[in-house]
C-alpha cells in the first residue's frame, strides 16, 4: 500500500504566478482534504473533496480552488501567488467519514 | 467554530522523566486526533479518540480523553529522545469533517 502520495515534493514559484498541487489518496479511500502549514504553525484546512465535489470550505480565499478526479485523486490550486502562500501543503485522505485521516508527505511551496 | 488549545507549545525535558501534553477544544468534536510531526516530514497519526473516557496507549505514550471537560492529553513516560518531535492534537467539528489543529507542542527530550 503506497499510502498517500503527493507531487511535487518541493516547488518555488513566482509572486503572481499559478501552481497545482497533486494527491493521490490511499487505497480504499475516497475523501481527499487539504491543509495548508506554515513554518511553526498547525496545519489550516483548506477544503475537501468527496465525489468530485467541494464538500467543506475553511477560511481561505478563491484563489484556492480544487478538483477531484473520478479516481478519487485531487488536484489544488493556487492563483495569483502572494508570498504568504509560501507554506508546507499538505494531502490527506480518508474513506468516507469512518476511517482516521492519514497525511502524505507534503509539498514544499515557496513563492518569492 | 471548534477551537483547540494546546500547552505547553515548548517542552524542553529530560530522559526518563513522565510529563503531560494538554488539549482544551471549544466545542463539541466527534473524535480527537493526536499526530506526530519530525521537523520537515509529515504528520503521523498516533491516536484517535472516540468516546469519552477512551484511553489508548503505544509505548511510552497514553492519551485519554474527557469529553465533559473538552480535554484530551498526551501523557509521556520514561521519555527518551527519540520522542523528540513536534505533536499536534486536531478536533473534528460537530458534522465538518476537516480537522481542527492545535498550534503543536514543540517537544525536546534532553539525554
Known amino acids: 500500500d503506497a499510502g498517500v502520495t503527493q507531487s511535487p515534493t518541493h516547488l518555488i514559484k513566482t509572486r503572481g504566478q499559478q501552481v497545482t498541487l497533486r494527491c493521490s489518496p490511499k487505497s480504499g479511500h475516497d475523501t481527499v482534504s487539504w491543509y495548508q502549514q506554515a513554518l511553526g504553525q498547525g496545519p489550516q484546512f483548506i477544503f475537501q473533496y468527496y465525489e468530485e465535489e467541494e464538500r467543506q470550505r475553511g477560511n481561505f480565499p478563491d484563489r484556492f480552488s480544487g478538483h477531484q478526479f473520478p479516481n478519487y485523486s485531487s488536484e489544488l490550486n493556487v492563483n495569483a501567488l502572494l508570498l504568504g502562500d509560501s507554506a508546507l501543503y499538505l494531502c490527506?485522505?480518508?474513506?468516507?467519514?469512518?476511517?482516521?485521516?492519514?497525511f502524505g508527505q507534503g509539498t514544499r511551496l515557496t513563492v518569492v | 467554530e471548534l477551537k483547540v488549545e494546546q500547552n505547553p507549545l515548548f517542552l524542553s525535558m529530560q530522559e526518563g522523566k513522565n510529563y503531560t501534553i494538554y488539549c482544551n477544544y471549544s466545542?463539541?468534536?466527534?473524535?480527537l486526533y493526536w499526530y506526530r510531526q519530525d521537523p520537515g516530514k509529515s504528520l503521523e497519526s498516533l491516536f484517535v479518540?472516540?468516546?469519552?473516557?477512551a484511553v489508548k496507549q503505544e509505548g511510552r505514550l497514553m492519551a485519554s480523553l474527557d469529553t465533559k471537560a473538552r480535554l484530551s492529553t498526551l501523557h509521556i513516560t520514561a521519555a527518551v529522545h527519540d520522542l523528540s518531535a513536534t505533536y499536534f492534537c486536531?478536533?473534528?467539528?460537530?458534522?465538518?469533517?476537516?480537522?481542527?489543529f492545535g498550534k503543536g507542542t514543540h517537544l525536546i527530550i534532553q539525554p
Open positions: 479518540l472516540l468516546s469519552n473516557g
Open positions: 486536531a478536533g473534528s467539528g460537530g458534522g465538518a469533517d476537516g480537522l481542527t
Open positions: 490527506a485522505s480518508t474513506r468516507s467519514r469512518v476511517t482516521e485521516a492519514f
Open positions: 466545542t463539541t468534536s466527534d473524535r
